[in-house]
Structures are given as C-alpha cells and as structure tokens.
C-alpha cells in the first residue's frame, strides 16, 4: 500500500510539474520531458513585414514564438536585424508569459531574390558554413533565444549532403548552449507521396530536429490549404519515422491568390472568419476561416504534437481571433484521455461552433452503442430556433419549429414527425439526469443538412429555411 499511494503521489506531483514551466526548471525536470507532453502552439511573427505591434501578441496562448527572419550570406555573415529592440521587447514579453522565442533562418527570398543559392554557396564550405553557425550562436545567446528554426527553401540532389552536414553541425552548437534547432518543412499530399524536397530530407537530419513545422499550405490558389492536406502532411512524417509529438501543422492566416491578411478580411465582414472564402477584387481569396482552423486543431492534437501559424501578425484581437479560437479547445478539451480526444465531438450549426462544456451541468455530446451522435436535450434544439418540452409522465420529448412538431419517446428506436412514426437506428436515453436525443434523426426532421467529418470528429449542421 506504501508503494501504491508513494507512486500516486508522484504521478500527480509529476503531472502538475509538466505543464509548470518555473516549477519543472525548479524541481530540475528536464526540459525535453515537459516539451514533449505539451502540445505546440506555434506563431511566426514576422517583424519586418508588418506592423503589429510585439505588444498586441498573444503570447500567454502560444508556447513557442519564431521571430522572422534571420538572413545568411554568402560569406557565412549574417545580415543585420533590421528591428533589433523589436526582438528583445518580444523575447522579454514572451519570457514573461512561459513562452519560447526561436528566430527563423532563412525563408523564400530576400530583396527579391531567393535565398536557396545563398544557403547552398555557404553550406557548400566547411570553412563558410562553421562561420555561419558561429554567427547563429552568438546572436541566439545575445538575444537570449530559445532554438533556431532552420527555413532552407529548399535543398535539392546536389545540395542535401551540404544540408545534412550544416544541421548535424548546427544542432552540435546549439545543444552546447541548451538551445534547440527546429525545420521548416514541406507538406505532403500523401501518407508516400512528397514533394522531391521532403524525400531528400535524411534520417540524420530528421533526428537532428527536436521538432518540424509542417508548411501544410501553398498547394495552390483554389485548394490552398484544405483539411485534407494537414492530415496526409501528418501522415507522411508519421510514415517517416518522426514521432507524432514532434510533428507541428503549419496553418495559413493569409489568402490566396489575393494574399490578403485573415485580420483585413475579417475587418472588410466579419462573416469572412467563419468561411474559407471571400469574393474579394480584383483577387479571390481562398483562406482558413475559424472552423477550418479548429478542426485541423482537433486533427493535429490526435495525431500530432502541435499547430503553427503563419503567422500570428494576420490575426485578430476580438471573438475572431484564431489564437484565442485554439486556446479556448485546448482548455476545454485538457483534461480528455487519448481516447476520450478521439471521440471528443464538435458541433458546428451555421457556421457556428456550439460550444458544450462540461461544467455547465447539460451534458456533452458522446457516440453511443451504435456509433451514433447523441446530443443534449436543449442547447441545439435551442439552436436552430426550436422550442423543446418533456412529459416526464409519458418520458417524450417534444421539439416544434415552424409548424413542424417532432415527438420523441425515450428509449424508443422511433420518432414521431407530424404523428407520422419514423424508424431510426438509434435511441434517446436519459443519462446521468439529463436527457440525450439522437441528433441526425431529429435535426434533419426539420429540414436540416448533417456533414460528418470523420477524421476531427467534428458535425456540420446547416439549418432548412423553413
């Protein structure tokens, strides 16, 4: 018995600890252990390119910030920051808040010009590369950074082995200064099939990384950044050998081909938030709205160990802010076992999350016996514009909307729409004193349309218009 209540105490000890960034430094845990129970939640926040302020960030909702962008030379230089207080103001903030500042090496193009040559002529050079890596050090322990994110765009055949050598080297060096080394790295449109880019990527770098972002997005104009492709870009680097914990989804707050900010399009009509399309000229915009954003959330934490923003300067500050959008799930959803995620269920009607917490007292939604969706009595019913009652006597409930009346007897595989008696495959039960219905069966009875998506265990319901 000793050892069973010593062991208990320990697990809760340890459990407080993990998710306590000044208790674990205190206690010595190492900081390897806690990262790797704690779920990403990622922004880049390129300094140079926009005008947001350091002090209208976010960062006691994120845990890591990368400052962007850190830009290499052909001499193994690097050049100057442009906005070097602006750093230190964000590192100081985001210190403040238990958060970690990393800086982005690299990136597309500087000046117009793309940066991949730059890389290549340096990295090609053990003598150019070693400087290069001296030059990261000293500005990381300058500005007091946490790691280094690594965004070579992108190597190819006659450059890998230059790749593989400058990461083997660079993590060597940050390591010695207890700082971690991360990739910026491509998306995959299959748990195989990759861009040449991702294939070439080598088991040595791949173990050199303590994590990578995944740049799940720039498919293309139309089909930008869907659903689809986070999840096959999880399953590649999954099927690669990375663990999942290690596995950031990176996520777009940007149009395309418009490339307009999501804040821009959400201040021209904040209905823009909750879609993944705007008519804007002389552009389209093809983006991520919030519900987009939230089920990538729920799929990368089944599958993965984080979400990455690109980047948090194009968000909003009100309800629609997408950083606030996470951090609200992660809260209500911190306490599910794994398996208790995997069948947390999202409820989304007119492009509107409906939102069910437990401590309200009505009850979550769950699957029963049958794989089938059961929702509390009220809350959606509510939702759609429906006025509910129950006969305790008779154990039925009643739902009516618009003429239409729908009667549905407790532990009964039917229900009554209009007198008419309807077979369902499924049963209302009341359980633990609240009252559950089945929700395809009785939502479509007034018209309503039902998607499932599956692999974020998420409902989509649009109302009829009657």
Not at 72 to 100: C, F, I, M, S, Y
Not at 455 to 466: A, D, E, F, K, Q
């Amino acid at each position: 018995m000793k050892r069973i209540k010593t062991i208990g105490i320990l697990v809760i000890i340890f459990s407080v600890l993990t998710f306590n960034p000044a208790i674990c430094r205190a206690y010595a845990i190492p900081q390897a252990a806690m990262d790797e129970a704690q779920f990403k939640v990622i922004g880049y926040y390129s300094g140079d390119l926009f005008n947001e302020p350091v002090e209208k960030l976010q960062t006691d909702k994120m845990t890591h910030v990368i400052y962007a962008f850190l830009l290499p030379q052909e001499n193994g230089t690097l050049v100057d920051l442009e906005k070097p207080e602006q750093l230190k103001q964000l590192v100081t903030q985001a210190h403040n808040d238990g958060t970690k500042v990393f800086i982005a090496l690299g990136g597309w193009s500087y000046l117009g010009q793309p940066l991949a040559p730059v890389f290549e002529s340096v990295a090609a050079s053990q003598e150019k590369s070693k400087l290069l890596i001296d030059n990261i050090c000293a500005l990381a322990e300058e500005y007091d950074l946490d790691g280094v994110e690594l965004d070579w765009e992108f190597p190819n055949p006659n450059s890998i082995a230059d790749y593989e050598r400058l990461v083997v080297d660079l993590k060597i060096a940050l390591d010695s200064q207890g700082k971690e080394l991360t990739a910026a790295l491509n998306g995959a449109w299959s748990a195989t099939e990759a861009p040449e880019a991702s294939k070439l990527i080598t088991d040595a770098c791949l173990n050199s990384f303590n994590f990578i972002n995944v740049m799940a997005y720039d498919m293309n104009n139309e089909d930008h950044s869907p659903i689809w492709f986070a999840e096959t870009s999880i399953n590649y680097w999954l099927n690669r050998g990375i663990p999942a914990d290690k596995i950031v989804v990176g996520m777009p707050l940007y149009a395309r081909p418009s490339w307009l900010q999501y804040r821009n399009l959400v201040a021209h009509n904040p209905q823009n938030a909750y879609e993944d399309y705007a008519p804007t000229v002389p552009l389209e915009s093809y983006y991520n709205g919030l519900n987009t954003l939230r089920e990538k959330t729920v799929i990368a934490l089944k599958k993965a160990g984080g979400v990455m923003l690109f980047d948090i300067n194009e968000d909003t500050e009100d309800e629609t802010s997408v950083i606030s959008m996470i951090d609200k799930l992660l809260t209500r959803t911190a306490h599910l076992s794994k398996d208790e995620l995997n069948k947390y269920i999202t409820i989304i009607i007119d492009n509107r999350e409906l939102v069910f917490l437990e401590a309200d007292g009505y009850g979550v939604p769950f699957f029963d016996e049958n794989n089938r969706t059961l929702i509390p009595l009220r809350k959606p019913l509510e939702a759609i514009g429906a006025t509910v009652s129950y006969d305790n006597i008779k154990r039925i409930v009643s739902v009516e909307k618009a003429g239409t009346i729908v009667n549905v007897p407790i532990g009964e595989n039917i229900i009554n729409v209009n007198d008419q008696e309807v077979a369902i495959d499924t049963k209302s039960i009341i359980k633990d004193d609240r009252t559950y219905i089945p929700l395809r069966a009785v939502l479509t009875a007034f018209g309503c349309d039902i998607v499932w998506h599956g692999n974020s265990t998420t409902i989509l319901v649009v109302r009829g218009t009657g």
